[in-house]
């Protein structure tokens, strides 16, 4: 009989930590980072190995048998393996749901990690068989073919007609046998297009990074919208390529950026493995498996390719590094802009973190000697900068949300061929049904939010927990006719539809993105001038290029001075500057109009400047008066219930408990976000904040231990967010 051999394993339940199991098969234990199939309660699930121990934590007989091991190599190396236990301690997320969050789903079902290719091939028997043995016609032709090409994939037998039960037949009378060899990646394309000859201020850049190469450094590129970053990108991944090195580069989202998909298949081919939400099951293993292989030079992935199975790596980009949707909202809440900058010290590589607009933190950690500032200040081939003005809407008549002003504009630059690109923050913007009699206004009986008007299709939405309701004029209180109020993105095309009725106009949303062939025939219409103009919300910020647009306009900024979360001014910035970047072309500089009814306020009069540093300082001065982060360190516990009561008396708790363990740190709330209600449920907030990370997380830490035990604990949903992005 073999000793067995104790060892740990994470599973991806909450809660669960990592548990024993026993190996009492032959051969050493799998090593860490391997999958395997364990017993839990009448389950069974996969799990990964963390860790060989000496002596379980249960007497021995209670331990339960590893059922089986589906790896010889483990799915995570020891450098990833490494950076998911420290996101586990850090985010205080259960380790095996960090752990499998880096594999693709079907590597959670147990997919094998290899892509491997049946190849058959004749035995000695095989090969010596004669006409004169009873052979079927098929098996005849199997021999045939096998005999000429030595070995030939399933897959090409069967294109040719024979299946795998010939196969498997005439391998039972030992005259063919198969063996497995890897995949190779499908198509290989040549690349088409040759780099462009850098500028100064490109080459400096490239320079600063390519010089130090060799080891870690993190660097912050503030450069303009069309300074030529992703062009920089490219040099720097085309030096890596030079040493057989791959490069990560992430970037906020791929569906609405596919110009930058088709620069790198043109500049480099197919070495290149794309990692999105957009994927299948089966694309996503693929584009795993290829990295891991090594065959993918070049990752480009959203958020969660922070966590691709890097095996030869030297530079990971972060490009937009200021966008929020570099945060995880849900279940493990990580920052993948944060962990790139982890992982390549990890690593030992350099990072570059690069934005026209970037984050307050990033610009803190230049000001302390962390990163290393570059700059990009010129646009290329542009006229130069787009010209910035303020609509003051207090003065100005509106129609629907346009004012006159900018009406005029849109009329001239349409005038002149040009394309026009209008910026609507939708949120609070909306439409909604508003009874001129009664005062009231649709809301959605589940959220703290009111109901949106699709008036083209007769509905009522509610955009945070997707109720409908079907659209009636009438108000159900006092039974007057409504009227819609506020300025959604349909109904600001509607109304330019019927200002100008000729032109042709694209509106570009969230309903409009989450269906993806029409997503790509607006861009190309819009890319193609036939579109002349094109309504959207955030999404127009995110790295678009449309060549010929030469106006913008942004239908309000308001929101944004006067919002709740502390990070709020810091994003109207990004988000102004962003769109502003849309405009303008190579003969002539583009002009933006943006509207307020606030138009001396300190923060938008720094942004006309366009000097996104006053801004940046001014913004940071405000964040530190406040002691708000990078001056300060967050934590928040989340809680929501049926019942409000419920939600609240949990974080009390936890308060109360908390300042009996400790009173240096601030504590504040229980407080409701932003929108209470959600769905039906309640949610309060709890937050942490101290200066000290380690004072911050030891408390939490320590919380956690007590918190898991409570009973309370197991009947509400309830979660920690380390660093939020939103509050
Ligand atoms: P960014 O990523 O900073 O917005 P891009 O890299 O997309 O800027 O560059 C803007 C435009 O300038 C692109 O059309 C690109 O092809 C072009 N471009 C970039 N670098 C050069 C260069 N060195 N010479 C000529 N054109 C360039
Ligand atoms: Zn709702």
Known sequence: MTKSSFVQVAIPVPLVGQL??????????????CRVRVPLGRREKIGIVTCHIDKPSLDSSRIREILETLDTEPVLNTELFDLLCWCAKYYHHPLGEVLTHALPTLLRQGRPAQSSEKFWELTKTGRALSSEDYLGKLQIRVIDLLRRCDQISAQELLDAGIKGSVLNRMAARGWAKYLEKPCQMKSVTKPIESPFELNVEQQNCVSAITDAAESYAAYLLQGVTGSGKTEVYMHLISNQLHFGRQSLLLVPEI??????????????????????????AAERLEAWRATRSGEAKIILGTRSAIFAPLVNAGLIIVDEEHDASYKQQDGFKYSARDLAVLRARGLNIPVLLASATPSLESIHNVTHGRYKELRMDDQIGLAGKPTIQIIDMNVHAERHGLSTPLITAIERHLSLDQQVLLFINRRGFAPVLLCTECGTVEECDQCDARMTLHARIGQLWCHHCGLTRSLTWGCSICATERIAVGAGTQRITDELQALFPEIKIARLDKDIASNKGSLESILADVTHGETQIIVGTQMLAKGHDFPNVTLVGVLSADQGLFGTDFRCSEKLGQTLLQVAGRAGRRDQPGEVFIQSHYPSHPLLTTLVQQDYDAFGQLALKERKAAAWPPFSYLIVWRAEAINKKTAHAFLERIA?????????????????????????????QLLFQHNSRKTLHDLTSNMLLLVRDWPQARRIRWSIDVDPAEL
């Open 20 to 33: 024993d199991y026993q190996w009492t098969k032959s051969g050493p234990p799998p090593s860490l980072g």
């Open 656 to 684: 109360s408990t908390a300042r009996n363990m400790t009173d240096s740190i601030k504590i504040l709330g229980p407080a409701a976000p932003s929108m209470e209600k959600r769905g039906n449920r309640f949610r309060a």
């Open 255 to 280: 569906g609405l950026t596919p110009q930058l998909l088709k620069r790198l298949e043109n500049r480099f081919g197919t070495c290149l493995a794309v990692m999105h939400s957009g994927l299948t």
